[in-house]
Structures are given as structure tokens and as C-alpha cells.
């Protein structure tokens, strides 16, 4: 006798897009709102965001949606709202983000991805905290993702699923962005494992190999929603400059910290480029 799968994507033999429009239904009956044009993920210090960009129409515990699962980590709120935007568009934040680290598999980690677009959202926009790998670069800084480089060897497409991923995050909303910030910089994210923080040599590598910032989330959720067809928004905040690259060793309480002090900024800039989309 096999054992009852205790999450829906555990199951192998479970179509993760049907999971993915399983939990959209959950939403539209949990917060009354059928469709969703954008949805965002908030991550370390972009939290703030979520009370500066409309009403809040509905928040939901992630826990009460299909495939979701309580945030392993402290600072990541676990919920996830409905917002109704000045301009009548419907905002879907998602403050519960499963990572990669956390080993229950990749179909996990996209799983709100794929609900954001099984919500009806075209524009998905990725928010992180992650280590800086430019000198010049000051913790607290937000910066635009302007391509990655994947260091999980995994993926979230299964079998023979080529999808091309030039201008992945989009050329468009990045001009968009920079025309509320003009100061914004741009840079390679680079997906580690995690949950430890690179050694200074793995930071030389990925330096070598073309990265600024490293990181253990967006990249294999911005591959999900190319598949998806969405049009991609990814933002990192420098917390920290990557190991080697600061002089300190890496503390996860600064890390917070940083994104607590920068938390106000970068919600402020965030919220005036959903209103520009
Ligand atoms: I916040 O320096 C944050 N997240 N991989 N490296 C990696 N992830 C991070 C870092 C960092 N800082």
C-alpha cells in the first residue's frame, strides 16, 4: 500500500497546473475577486510594499490555499492578499515563498507562480533580498534583475519543455522602472542552493561567470512564469554585499536588519512603479 501523498504536489502523478488552478479557485472564493492582473512577490525588505500600493481588498493565510505552505522564514509573512490598485487593476501579493533550500522540490517553490497565473495575472513581479556582488553597491540599495544565471541545476519545466529565455525579465519594465528611479542599477542575479551563503570563492565565480547578485529564490520562479507567459518584473535589495566582497562575515539578524531600515524606500519605489503598469 502506498501512503496518502500530505501535500498535492508531493504526488508525482499530480499535474502541477491543475494544483496551480485549484488554488486560484481558492483565492477568487477567498477574497471575492475573480481575476488578478498582476501579482508580486514580496520578499526580504519588500513587504511594506503591500500596504502602499492600493486597498486591501482580502488577505488570506497561505496556509488556507491549495499547495501552499507556512513560510520557513523569519521575516516572510505567510499570507497572501487581494489589492485593489488606484488604476481598478486587481493585485495579488504573495507573501508566503517557498524556497528552493527547503527541499520539498521545485514544483513547490513555483507553485504560487503558477497560481498567479492560473488567477488570470500577466505581470509578475519578483522581489528578493539578496547579496551584492558590485563594490559600488551599498547595502540597502534596490537593483534591477536584468538576467540570471541558474546555479540549482533543476528546473521547473518537466520533460522535453524548451522555452526560450531571452529578455526574461522584461527590457520594458525595467525602462519603466527606471523612469520612476532613474538611479537604478541593473544587474546578473545568480541562483544559489543556498541555504548557507557562498563561500568568497563561489562569489569570485559567479562574479567570473557574469553575476552581481546572489541569491536563493527568483531565478527558478522567473523560468515557471516565462512558461506561464507572463511579463517578468525582478528587483533584488542589496542587504549585504556578498561574502569576501564586505569585510564582515554574512549574519542573517543584519541581513534583516537592512531590509527593516531600507524597508520604507524601496516599498515607497515599488508602489510607484505598480502605479506606472
Ligand atoms: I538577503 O549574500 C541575502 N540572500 N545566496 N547570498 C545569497 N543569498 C542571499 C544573500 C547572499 N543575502
Do not use: C
Amino acid at each position: 500500500m502506498s501512503e496518502t501523498p500530505t501535500h498535492p504536489l508531493d504526488d508525482p502523478a499530480a499535474d502541477p497546473f491543475e494544483v496551480a488552478r485549484t488554488a486560484a479557485a481558492d483565492i477568487a472564493r477567498a477574497t471575492g475577486v475573480e481575476r488578478h492582473d498582476i501579482a508580486l512577490t514580496l520578499g526580504s525588505g519588500w513587504a511594506a510594499a503591500a500596504d502602499l500600493i492600493g486597498e486591501t481588498v482580502a488577505e488570506v493565510p497561505a496556509t488556507e490555499i491549495t499547495g501552499f505552505s507556512a513560510s520557513a522564514v523569519v521575516g516572510h509573512t505567510g499570507s497572501i492578499r487581494s489589492i485593489l490598485l488606484p488604476s481598478g487593476k486587481h493585485a495579488l501579493v504573495i507573501g508566503a515563498r517557498t524556497h528552493y533550500y527547503e527541499g520539498h522540490g521545485v514544483r513547490r517553490v513555483v507553485h504560487s507562480v503558477r497560481t498567479a497565473a492560473a488567477a488570470g495575472a500577466t505581470t509578475m513581479i519578483l522581489t528578493n533580498g539578496a547579496g551584492g556582488i558590485k563594490e559600488t553597491w551599498k547595502p540597502g540599495s534596490p537593483v534591477l534583475i536584468s538576467d540570471h544565471i541558474n546555479l540549482t541545476a533543476d528546473s521547473p519545466l518537466e520533460g522535453a519543455t524548451f522555452i526560450d529565455l531571452t529578455d526574461l525579465y522584461s527590457a520594458r519594465l525595467r525602462e519603466l522602472a527606471r523612469g520612476i528611479d532613474p538611479s537604478l542599477d541593473e544587474g546578473v542575479y545568480t541562483q544559489f542552493r543556498g541555504p548557507h551563503y557562498e563561500t568568497p570563492a563561489e562569489v569570485q565565480m559567479a562574479k567570473a561567470m557574469g553575476g552581481h547578485i546572489v541569491g536563493m529564490s527568483t531565478a527558478l520562479e522567473a523560468i515557471a512564469a516565462r512558461q506561464a507567459g507572463m511579463e517578468i518584473l525582478g528587483m533584488s535589495l542589496i542587504t549585504n554585499l556578498a561574502a569576501g566582497i564586505q569585510k564582515e562575515p554574512l549574519s542573517h539578524q543584519e541581513v534583516l536588519q537592512a531590509g527593516r531600515d531600507a524597508e520604507a524606500a524601496i516599498s515607497d519605489l515599488l508602489s510607484r512603479i505598480v502605479a506606472a503598469l
